[in-house]
């Protein structure tokens, strides 16, 4: 357990810092706690432990982590990053790419039934799970095609070569209902997230991402605003009539160059239908250190204002240096960055072979990584536990 004399004086300095990065604005603890009594959903309850923590520090997060490290792949109780640091993430993030295919695995070979054991293992633990949904193609994706791995970009979420296919798949286009049998599986994924007594997992749920880039067929120069909202909609009212009241919903574009409120909000569903707003940012450059924490900085800013304003859990959803070329990133790129902000948790992305953001063992990163584990501005699986 990391020392918790250090998150009790970290919540002053939090606080603090919080106040001057958001307006004075924050709410504390205490105050949270004595809002009006009344029976609160699961995504509700999360909601509210999100948004206690974020006052005591940032959570660490990693895709994929207890499947496959760059040593290993689907050993029991393994993870790069406890192997690291002896500490799961306390974010864990999975992906429903190939789910709405019916496939037993994703478009990462992870299985869906490892998925489920894994998400309610976490649960179980403590943790925190994320799931985001890369489907494929629903205009070019031929049925019954499968998927052969990664070949990108005919068929899957990549494929932009048809540009109306948002239109195309919302009530009154022509693969509308193709769309909605997609909608199902993800529906019925999502009734696999329960614990053995029925309980229901609290998620944060992060489709439609990355959505002010163009390289999604639901991305900026693929779809109106109108569309990409009644996108948003379509899949909302899905899964919240299917009963999901254990899902908080995520909005996350990018993170860009002179971010600012206007192109933020641009595409944003409403807070009606939101209840967290992230960035997904990298660094893909070698030595773009410095460039990266100024963009990530006034891109947070942005961000948290935004969030403040709206009521909305603000995080880094997606973040990494490609490979790790720098094996002090972590404390001399990442802490910088995200330094002040109340954050909920940033979240690296998987450790692929070919292409990894987390730490690994076998890689010069590791002792960096420790450093940032033992930052005062962190949180691990250990500290979030209840
Ligand atoms: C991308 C890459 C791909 C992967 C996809 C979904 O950023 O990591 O290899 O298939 O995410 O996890």
Same mark, same amino acid.
């Given at each position: 357990?990391?020392?918790?004399?250090?998150?009790?004086?970290?919540?002053?300095?939090?606080?603090?810092?919080?106040?001057?990065?958001?307006?004075?604005?924050?709410?504390? *603890?205490?105050?949270?706690?004595?809002?009006?009594?009344?029976?609160?959903?699961?995504?509700?309850?999360?909601? /509210?432990?999100?948004?206690?923590?974020?006052?005591?520090?940032?959570?660490?997060?990693?895709?994929?982590?207890?499947?496959?490290?760059?040593?290993?792949?689907?050993?029991?109780?393994?993870?790069?990053?406890?192997?690291?640091?002896?500490?799961?993430?306390?974010?864990?993030?999975?992906?429903?790419?190939?789910?709405?295919?019916?496939?037993?695995?994703?478009?990462?070979?992870? @299985?869906?039934?490892?998925?489920?054991?894994?998400?309610?293992?976490?649960?179980?633990?403590?943790?925190?799970?994320?799931?985001?949904?890369?489907?494929?193609?629903?205009?070019?994706?031929?049925?019954?095609?499968?998927?052969?791995?990664?070949?990108?970009?005919? +068929?899957? *979420?990549?494929?932009?070569?048809?540009? *109306?296919?948002?239109?195309?798949?919302?009530?009154?286009?022509? #693969?509308?209902?193709?769309?909605?049998?997609?909608?199902?599986?993800?529906?019925?994924?999502?009734?696999?997230?329960?614990?053995?007594?029925? /309980?229901?997992?609290?998620?944060?749920?992060?489709?439609?991402?990355?959505?002010?880039?163009?390289?999604?067929?639901?991305?900026?120069?693929?779809?109106?605003?109108?569309? #990409?909202?009644?996108?948003?909609?379509?899949?909302?009212?899905?899964?919240?009539?299917?009963?999901?009241?254990?899902?908080? $919903?995520?909005?996350?574009?990018?993170?860009?160059?002179?971010?600012?409120?206007?192109?933020?909000?641009?595409?944003?569903?409403?807070?009606?239908?939101? /209840?967290?707003?992230?960035?997904?940012?990298? /660094?893909?450059? *070698?030595?773009?250190?410095?460039?990266?924490?100024?963009?990530?900085?006034?891109?947070?800013?942005?961000?948290?204002? #935004?969030?403040?304003?709206?009521?909305?859990?603000?995080?880094?959803?997606?973040? +990494?240096?490609?490979?790790?070329?720098?094996?002090? $990133?972590?404390?001399?790129?990442?802490? @910088?960055?995200?330094?002040?902000? @109340?954050?909920?948790?940033?979240?690296?992305?998987?450790?692929?072979?070919?292409?990894?953001?987390?730490?690994?063992?076998?890689? @010069?990163?590791?002792?960096?990584?420790?450093?940032?584990?033992?930052?005062?501005?962190?949180?691990?699986?250990?500290?979030?536990?209840?």
């Amino acid at each position: 357990m990391k020392h918790l004399s250090l998150i009790s004086c970290q919540l002053s300095i939090g606080i603090a810092l919080l106040l001057t990065a958001c307006g004075g604005q924050k709410k504390t *603890a205490n105050e949270s706690e004595s809002e009006p009594e009344g029976p609160k959903t699961i995504a509700e309850q999360l909601y /509210q432990r999100l948004d206690s923590l974020r006052q005591v520090g940032i959570m660490y997060g990693h895709q994929d982590d207890p499947m496959y490290g760059l040593t290993w792949e689907y050993e029991a109780d393994s993870s790069d990053v406890k192997n690291v640091c002896g500490d799961y993430p306390a974010v864990m993030g999975f992906d429903l790419g190939g789910i709405e295919m019916g496939d037993k695995k994703n478009l990462d070979s992870v @299985p869906f039934s490892r998925m489920t054991e894994e998400i309610i293992a976490h649960y179980q633990r403590g943790g925190i799970v994320t799931l985001s949904w890369h489907p494929r193609n629903p205009v070019t994706t031929i049925d019954g095609g499968g998927w052969a791995g990664q070949k990108f970009p005919e +068929g899957t *979420a990549w494929d932009v070569s048809d540009s *109306a296919v948002v239109k195309k798949i919302l009530p009154g286009g022509e #693969y509308h209902e193709k769309f909605e049998l997609w909608m199902q599986r993800v529906s019925d994924f999502l009734a696999t997230l329960k614990t053995a007594d029925g /309980q229901k997992i609290p998620i944060i749920f992060r489709p439609w991402h990355e959505n002010s880039g163009s390289w999604f067929w639901w991305g900026e120069k693929l779809c109106t605003v109108e569309e #990409y909202k009644a996108l948003w909609n379509m899949l909302h009212d899905k899964l919240t009539t299917d009963g999901y009241d254990n899902l908080l $919903w995520a909005y996350s574009p990018g993170m860009e160059e002179g971010l600012d409120v206007s192109r933020l909000s641009a595409r944003y569903p409403g807070d009606e239908r939101v /209840q967290m707003i992230g960035l997904d940012g990298y /660094q893909w450059e *070698a030595n773009g250190g410095e460039q990266f924490i100024e963009r990530g900085r006034k891109n947070l800013q942005v961000l948290c204002q #935004y969030a403040n304003k709206h009521n909305l859990l603000p995080a880094l959803t997606e973040t +990494g240096l490609k490979n790790m070329t720098d094996p002090t $990133w972590w404390t001399s790129t990442l802490l @910088p960055t995200i330094k002040g902000f @109340p954050l909920c948790y940033l979240l690296t992305w998987r450790n692929y072979r070919e292409e990894w953001f987390g730490p690994s063992t076998s890689k @010069p990163d590791a002792d960096n990584f420790r450093d940032f584990y033992y930052s005062p501005i962190t949180l691990f699986l250990k500290d979030i536990k209840e």
